[in-house]
């Protein structure tokens, strides 16, 4: 089976641009979830998505979006880039439970220039 | 609030033991994940211990959990130049499906 795969893998963008980052979960699985890894940090909560509602989002403005399609991809956007959003973006895919493992993909570096 | 901290750096020779280190805060946390990070990767998912447990052994890798105190830990017995990475440990927090608070990340670096 295939693991969570995300799209592209690195993108170059110039301030006040836009991005939109792709992920397709594992199959059978409901829930994406998004993360954005600064270089020497931790992975931050974005977003959760479960069956194409938004369940949970973390403390990022609203410059990010994202959404859920009925195949359960999932696409991030970014609007009105700045150069802090230069980060590696992770996707990460489970069931939808409560207290489930997470499984991520290789993630999308994004550099801001 | 929310917060899981970790030391930064710990550096081992090949064939001993590691231990890396978390506090956390949220004693609600269910579950608490250690992943592995290695270079321009995703994050893998290494092993994981439900809160009512103390200890939880998988092949090299030994979890201890000291609830009182907020406290795990990660032992690698027999540490191997492949097992250089950083190591995150994450907190389930308060049931949020989907919503890990992940620490800082320990770099472990293994001489041969």
């Known amino acids: 089976d295939a693991g969570v795969t995300q799209s592209p893998t690195h993108l170059i963008k110039t301030r006040g641009q836009h991005v939109t980052l792709r992920c397709s979960p594992i199959s059978g699985h409901k829930s994406v979830s998004w993360y954005q890894q600064v270089l020497g940090q931790g992975p931050q909560f974005i977003f959760q998505?479960?069956?194409?509602?938004?369940?949970g989002r973390g403390n990022f403005p609203d410059r990010f979006s994202a959404r859920q399609f009925p195949n359960y991809s999932s696409e991030l956007n970014v609007n009105a880039l700045l150069l802090g959003d230069s980060a590696l973006y992770l996707c990460a895919s489970s069931w939808g439970t409560p207290n489930e493992k997470l499984f991520f993909g290789s993630g999308t570096q994004l550099s801001v220039l | 609030g929310e917060d899981v901290e970790q030391s930064l750096f710990l550096s081992v020779r090949e064939g001993d033991s590691s231990v890396i280190n978390c506090t956390y805060t949220d004693s609600s946390s269910t579950y608490l994940y250690w992943y592995k990070q290695e270079p321009g990767a995703g994050l893998q998912l290494l092993t994981y211990?439900?809160?009512?447990?103390d200890m939880k052994q998988d092949q090299r890798l030994t979890v201890l959990l000291n609830k009182k105190d907020k406290h795990l830990s990660l032992r690698i017995a027999d540490t191997q130049t492949g097992d250089s990475a950083i190591y995150f440990c994450?907190?389930?927090?308060?049931?949020?499906?989907?919503?890990?608070?992940f620490g800082q990340g320990t770099e472990l670096s293994v001489k041969p």
């Open positions: 994450a907190e389930s927090g308060n049931n949020q499906g989907g919503k890990l608070i």
């Open positions: 211990i439900f809160s009512n447990m």
């Open positions: 998505y479960y069956e194409k509602e938004e369940r």
